[in-house]
């Protein structure tokens, strides 16, 4: 397999590429070598060495903590949980949550075989009872899973001592956070209610 070849399978394998999308891009960055191929290529590799989860919230940060976990003018008694870092890059593209996130990696799905044990949870529960969160909005997708995961968190949450509420509706049945307009966003979060 020549080198092109394998260029087009990796850019196929990425969100919103099918093969046709990514022999156009794989042609496209060919054309451009200098100017294009080669500084992404840097950047790729740097990213891939610098980029980690961070340990305190799961997002995705050169530094750890991230630049979110260290920010002094976060309120650090509200935590939102989400499922992925896109959904919590959703919600941060409103300006409309000033709090700390904590990100799950997922949803319980027994189809597919996660369970508790493969996602954040434990985190989450040793952050909200080592410190001073008053309350934790469970910002899961309206799905099944998503919904399923929410309640199963604020289940292990209800002898905590904290508010748990979720997303107000509006965010549509089956949507998911990180397709939704950042004032649909805003307008659920400032509407989210207990769960």
């Not at 630049?67 to 896109?86: H, L, M, Y």
């Amino acid at each position: 397999m020549s080198d092109l070849e394998r260029l087009i399978q990796l850019l196929a394998k990425l969100p919103g590429l099918g093969p046709r999308s990514a022999r156009r891009a794989a042609l496209y960055l060919v054309k451009r070598r200098d100017s294009l191929l080669a500084p992404l290529a840097k950047v790729l590799t740097d990213a891939a060495d610098s980029i980690r989860p961070c340990s305190v919230c799961g997002n995705l940060d050169t530094r750890d903590p991230c630049g979110v976990c260290t920010d002094p003018k976060r309120d650090d008694s509200v935590i939102c949980v989400v499922e992925e870092v896109a959904d919590m890059w959703a919600l941060e593209r409103t300006a409309a949550f000033t709090g700390r996130y904590h990100v799950l990696g997922g949803t319980l799905s027994a189809l597919d075989g996660v369970g508790p044990e493969d996602l954040a949870i434990p985190g989450l529960l040793a952050r909200v009872r080592g410190g001073p969160v008053k309350e934790v909005i469970l910002a899961t997708n309206a799905t099944v899973d998503g919904q399923t995961t929410a309640h199963y968190i604020a289940d292990l949450l209800a002898d905590c001592g904290v508010q748990v509420s979720g997303l107000a509706h509006g965010v549509p049945m089956g949507g998911e956070l990180d397709y939704l307009d950042e004032g649909t966003l805003s307008a659920a979060l400032k509407a989210r209610r207990p769960v």
